[in-house]
């Protein structure tokens, strides 16, 4: 799952959504790779701090927030007449647009 969801996510634009999904979506796949534990005759899923212990190294968010700071001090240092440099940092227009009513006086 990590190296599907790691191409190429230097440039996605994360939301706290969709960060959020993607932590559900992975702490579930470890639930069924760990299972469920036993405590007195009964059965729980597994606690997120369990799974950190089982899982030393940082969950998939922390992964792609860290390459997405190593992408942008790439770009940082380029030369400026790069033409991704001239392009980071603007604001991009939709081409999309909303009709608007016109008064006819």
Wanted: glycine share 4%.
């Amino acid at each position: 799952m990590r190296p599907i969801l790691i191409s190429a996510a230097e440039t996605w634009t994360t939301t706290k959504n969709y960060a959020r999904r993607i932590s559900i979506n992975e702490r579930k796949i470890f639930r069924r790779i760990y299972g469920p534990i036993c405590e007195k005759g009964q059965w729980r899923k597994r606690y997120r701090r369990e799974l950190e212990q089982f899982y030393n190294e940082p969950f998939i968010v922390t992964v792609l927030k860290s390459n997405r700071l190593r992408w942008a001090g790439h770009v940082v240092r380029i030369e400026d007449n790069e033409l991704l440099k001239r392009h980071y940092g603007q604001t991009w227009r939709s081409k999309r647009t909303w009709p608007t009513k016109i008064k006819l006086d």
